[in-house]
């Protein structure tokens, strides 16, 4: 497995390259956002990691150049702690989120968590309820018919495949937030308000009274099917 590792500090890309190498990672190592969006894109690596502070380009651009073209999984790893820095790195499209420092044995196990991600699953069939066509494997959200693409922002995404990989199924507040954000913001229910209105806006017919994204009040969410 290649991973391409972008960090500024050269005693942490060291260290990555060492830990890493040592369980037979392949490391593909990047001194800036620049050389990281370049070295990506010559070297197609299987997973990055990626600090937020960098020259050249910082992990929010990196995150968004590299979300232009590919779906690679990409794991933060940042000296940031604050809860707007994580969202906006979730929200950008990164897959998970790191807070330095971290032991080995954290970062392996995101590792492996982000490998399974990787393409080459099988395919997920298109889901369909009301006038919406939802193809997980493809990430792309029709509506209509004729039918018209829907653009969702990769945490609208996460929200909304957990809930659809759940048909008919409570899936509690905590859950969705350990999911969608992990175990830092499970209690940060207001995401979810504010990230569920936004999908009925963009996909149910009458927002103000869902009839497939539905409040179970002071538990979760449920995807009721057609």
């Known amino acids: 497995?290649?991973?391409?590792?972008?960090?500024d500090d050269p005693q942490i890309l060291r260290a990555?390259?060492?830990?890493?190498?040592?369980?037979?990672?392949?490391?593909?190592?990047?001194?800036?956002?620049?050389?990281?969006?370049?070295?990506?894109?010559?070297?197609?690596?299987?997973?990055?990691?990626?600090?937020?502070g960098m020259p050249k380009?910082?992990?929010?651009?990196?995150i968004a150049a590299l979300r232009g073209w590919s779906s690679i999984p990409i794991l933060v790893i940042s000296g940031r702690s604050d809860a707007s820095d994580k969202v906006a790195a979730l929200d950008a499209g990164a897959d998970d989120y790191v807070t330095?420092?971290?032991?080995t044995e954290e970062l392996l196990a995101r590792i492996r968590v982000l490998s399974r991600r990787t393409p080459g699953a099988p395919e997920v069939?298109?889901?369909?309820?009301?006038?919406?066509?939802?193809?997980?494997?493809?990430?792309?959200?029709?509506?209509?018919?004729?039918?018209?693409?829907?653009?969702l922002t990769p945490t609208e995404w996460r929200v909304l495949e957990v809930?659809?990989?759940?048909?008919?199924?409570?899936?509690?507040?905590?859950?969705?937030?350990?999911?969608?954000w992990g175990p830092h913001l499970v209690k940060e229910t207001g995401y979810l308000r504010l990230y569920l209105g936004?999908?009925?806006?963009?996909?149910?017919?009458?927002?103000?009274?869902?009839?497939?994204?539905?409040?179970?009040p002071g538990m979760g969410y449920r995807f009721v099917p057609d």
């Open 1 to 7: 497995m290649k991973i391409l590792i972008a960090d």
């Open 163 to 180: 809930l659809l990989n759940n048909p008919g199924k409570l899936v509690t507040q905590q859950t969705l937030l350990r999911e969608v």
């Open 100 to 103: 330095k420092p971290f032991s």
């Open 198 to 216: 936004q999908l009925r806006k963009k996909l149910e017919a009458a927002p103000a009274e869902p009839r497939y994204l539905l409040t179970e």
């Open 57 to 62: 380009l910082d992990g929010l651009e990196v």
């Open 125 to 151: 069939p298109a889901i369909r309820f009301g006038d919406v066509v939802v193809d997980l494997a493809a990430k792309q959200v029709t509506r209509g018919t004729p039918e018209k693409p829907v653009r």
């Open 16 to 52: 990555l390259r060492i830990t890493l190498g040592a369980y037979d990672y392949e490391v593909v190592p990047a001194a800036d956002g620049a050389a990281a969006v370049r070295l990506a894109v010559a070297t197609h690596p299987d997973l990055v990691l990626l600090d937020l």
